[in-house]
């Protein structure tokens, strides 16, 4: 069966309070395509972000001596790398323009994930949008609803693009996921060959991420859902803690 | 239009000498679609490799006195080591059971991306699989005979599966393409609202690749090509090396 990736059109315009269960239903309705049992929903952080309110105005953010410090470093926005240090657990690399940490959520990341794209400004005050509080949780209750709507057994991920440490382009990577597997984890079974298979824990959550992430696109184009039809593995329930590699294996911080 | 990602099914086992692009065709042909323009095939490194001979009896390889030293710290198998070593620029990070390198390709990975799984050892000697010479020249070669073959507009990419700094489980990336873009740039492009994007530049190549590589599995599945249809870019020629951060703006080493 083929991976079959579909953007949600007309996906609406997401305010805070908003639902986002409701208005995949709705996108699924009007292109007629029923769900079936095994499809996915992949989300970008930013409408969950929207509907959760994770919006901040840069003008009510007073920077720390440390945010002072180190947006002299990195020639950025004290106000905005207060709200960075406040979403992170540690600073892992700085230089201008460049402020790599250790997001609350465990993942490294650049600038905390906070975004200021495809973000209305209110009478000129700018504001900037913070990743969801508990991906995994919001993954969790927009699963919970769609289930309960459509009786079938489906799974939702919630990405972010996020850049890589020695390539170049961001990618589509999992912030949380509910109903799918993180990881897929082959040790032991054997190769074509009949010898044991050495290495081979695959990232299936980020894999399907970037796939999804490469049909969103990054600018205008407005597709911030989209269906996923055949994604090759049973869908159990994974654990978005098991992609984060534990720091006493980290050779790189 | 989705993107459709098809394993192509029954792909032969590949041998040296043998030509990746009549196995290819021959395969399409079964599966009775047709080509279109826009079409792009997603090939592992593996049978790449196997088609160029880049294998290697272990017992041929003599080590050097520094694989020797490494081999001590890594644990790993010396003459392994030294072949790790022709295939890279440097050394990035070692520990037990791990080395990390700079591959003459150009890219960081681990063990130069020489591979142990899928390969058939011969009257018991161990042998391994060193990544294609020049992965762009092989995509180059099997795109012509392809468009040569079908009049069609189509794109080639290889792909490996490599880890991440950050990130359990290993997800394909490109290492090589032809007639499809590596990056595409949307600096300056205006975001839903007018704001002009800030940092925008996405790593469509590597995206496709973990998108395929979620189709072709890991282990016995023997599904080393597949078929895309609805690749969201047009097919420009692109440039692998795009791809690779430059060493004066790395962090991580």
New interface residues.
Partial sequence: M??????LHDFPMIEPGDGIAPAILDCMHKTGVAMNDGDVFVITQKVISKAENRYYFLDQVTPSPQALELALDTDKDPRLVELILRESNEVV?K?KN?L?VEHKLG??C?GAGID?????SIAGRERVLLLPTDPDRSARMIRKELMDATDKQIGIMVID?Q???????????CIGLSGLP??VD?RG?????G?T???????????????A???M????E?TPVVHVRG??YPLEEGNFN????SKDV????
């Fill in positions: 083929p991976l079959v990736i579909s953007p690399r230089r460049t790599i993942f490294v650049a200021q794209s495809n973000i209305t693009t850049g890589r440490a020695w390539r170049n382009g961001v990618v589509g990577m993180a990881l082959k079974k054997n190769d074509l060959f010898n298979l050495q290495i081979t824990v695959i990232g299936v959550a980020d894999e399907l991420a970037a796939a992430s490469l049909m696109g990054q600018a205008a407005g994604f090759p098991d992609i984060l590699r980290d050779l790189f911080r």
